[in-house]
């Protein structure tokens, strides 16, 4: 199952990357077709919700409650139960889903106050944000059964399809920036409009991947065909996913609150404010979804499996993996974020509506938000040890502790740092949930605490040996990369796109060659573990 979970953080990885690139070109059109003021305030905030309900219900508490029981099922003794327990299931989100969203059209002024209090005395800002969130809302249904049949496409072992559906919104949205015009009353509307678009097309490309390799049948979209007894067979499993789910929901719904507090305090701080932070996350974003989204996914997948699942040696190996992994990414992404904001910002989003103002301050949202970057990665792996084993409320009572710390921290900072404190808060907020995460897993003995002395790369000891070895090399890395900044200073290289590329690519080399001639690197990434 080691070969299971490498394998799939691979596919993972690769899709994560190739789809935050097309992210980033993506964010790049947003920038110049839009700026960071008040047409991308607007659109940003109408898809607030979507993504709020999304990752509550269909990407949170969905999968956490769905996958670990549908495992168990498709490696059963009869597969047939499998899909008959995913048709279920299906159909209780589907209603489930179309009961939110028309409840959400309904009251979706009131909602949209909810979302951004610091615009309800502008009528004219509000009546556009709930013009575009009618559109926008539409994502809600697609997005969720997607996120059931990706599941499904998880737990067989074939990641591909999933993990490349972001590319097919971010395209839609590229080809859609180029349909927006200083002549529409609202700039951002063909941006509103072309998300249910994607939707459908995401929904029907992940739909024919799961009939594909057979995870639904012909049966699977008649309503009232079951199996006689199916309910009876199934009832035990039905229990289980029902317990899991009201505490994954509640949880993730703490979880999207804490996310939402940032566009909650910002919109008090003017126009700007949401797009600077916005910007600065998706920069965040990158090695975030590379490693940690990749990670916890995969990871999650790997320890629903009964074998793993039911061993706490087994489950260790595969944790402390996971957080060696991210740790080896982790660390020199967040050192360069830190140490080269100004470039990364500037390389990408300096052009058009963006200005120097823009730039410097998603400068700095982007440089508190790295604070917690490793420890934000780290914490998906955690999560996932919960959720595997069917244990939500933990999750939800340390969500619950870093939303809290994350509102006071947040009033207290952003009255000196405005947008930067907001973002400083929820690094800070992240790094105590982590902290209660390692505590406990430890107290569980799903993470074994190894000894110092021993040579065997294993436990919480080597874990701490190992995180400090990646320090120093990535700080070796910095020093080179100051040294090449010097050097492009002197031939008067111009910050662009082309810049960045040699620039990390240079970067990229010389920490993977220190970590070569360290041995540091882990090996399993790159080939198959026996």
């Not at 944000?129 to 072992?157: K, Q, Y």
């Not at 470039?343 to 938000?369: C, D, H, M, P, W």
């Not at 404190?421 to 569980?444: N, V």
């Not at 810049?499 to 790159?526: D, R």
Request: charged share 15%.
């Amino acid at each position: 199952m080691l070969d299971f979970f490498l394998k799939g953080f691979r596919i993972n990885a690769i899709c994560t990357f190739i789809s935050r690139i097309t992210g980033f070109v993506r964010d790049m059109f947003f920038a110049h077709f839009l700026g960071a003021g008040l047409h991308s305030d607007i659109f940003f905030i109408a898809t607030k919700l979507p993504n709020l309900f999304r990752r509550i219900t269909a990407e949170g508490a969905l999968t956490s409650s769905f996958l670990p029981v549908y495992s168990g099922l498709l490696y059963g003794k009869d597969k047939q139960l499998a899909q008959d327990y995913s048709k279920i299931i299906f159909l209780v989100l589907l209603v489930s889903v179309i009961v939110i969203t028309v409840l959400i059209q309904v009251f979706l002024k009131e909602v949209i106050i909810i979302l951004a209090p610091g615009f309800l005395d502008n009528k004219a800002l509000l009546a556009d944000i709930v013009t575009l969130s009618r559109f926008t809302i539409l994502f809600l249904p697609l997005i969720s059964i997607v996120a059931l049949f990706g599941s499904m496409l998880n737990a067989s072992g074939r990641f591909i399809p999933f993990g490349i559906l972001p590319i097919i919104i971010n395209v839609i949205f590229i080809f859609t920036c180029l349909m927006i015009s200083d002549d529409l009353e609202i700039k951002s509307l063909p941006l509103a409009i072309s998300l249910p678009i994607a939707g459908i097309i995401q929904m029907i490309f992940i739909y024919l991947c799961a009939k594909k390799y057979k995870l639904v049948n012909r049966n699977f979209f008649k309503i009232f065909y079951f199996e006689k007894n199916i309910f009876n067979k199934l009832s035990e499993k039905l229990n289980s996913t029902l317990r899991r789910f009201f505490p994954a929901l509640i949880t993730g719904g703490i979880f999207q609150i804490n996310i939402l507090v940032d566009t909650l305090l910002a919109s008090f701080l003017g126009f700007g404010s949401i797009s600077f932070l916005y910007y600065a996350d998706r920069l965040i974003q990158l090695p975030l979804g590379i490693i940690g989204i990749a990670l916890g996914t995969t990871l999650l997948a790997s320890l629903s499996h009964p074998k793993i699942l039911n061993s706490k040696k087994k489950t260790s190996i595969q944790l402390e993996n996971a957080i060696k992994i991210g740790l080896f990414f982790s660390i020199p992404s967040t050192l360069v974020l830190m140490f080269f904001p100004e470039i990364i910002v500037n390389a990408i989003f300096n052009r058009g509506n963006f200005s120097n103002f823009e730039s410097k301050q998603t400068v700095i949202a982007l440089y508190f938000y790295s604070f917690g970057l490793t420890f934000l990665i780290i914490s998906k792996s955690c999560q996932s040890i919960f959720l595997a084993a069917g244990n939500p409320q933990k999750i939800m009572f340390i969500s619950v502790t870093q939303l809290i710390c994350n509102i006071i921290l947040s009033i207290i900072l952003m009255k000196f740092l405005k947008h930067g404190g907001i973002a400083l808060a929820t690094s800070c907020a992240t790094i105590l949930g982590t902290i209660l995460y390692f505590k406990s897993i430890l107290k569980e003995k799903k993470l074994r605490k190894g000894n110092y002395y021993s040579r065997n790369k294993e436990g919480l000891i080597y874990l701490i040996k190992y995180f400090f070895k990646i320090v120093i090399c990535s700080f070796l890395m910095i020093v080179f990369l100051k040294l090449t900044v010097i050097f492009f200073q002197y031939i008067n290289f111009e910050i662009n796109l082309l810049y960045l590329v040699i620039f990390t690519m240079l970067g990229l080399i010389f920490y993977f060659f220190i970590s070569y001639m360290t041995k540091l690197i882990p090996t399993g990434i790159f080939k198959t573990s026996q």
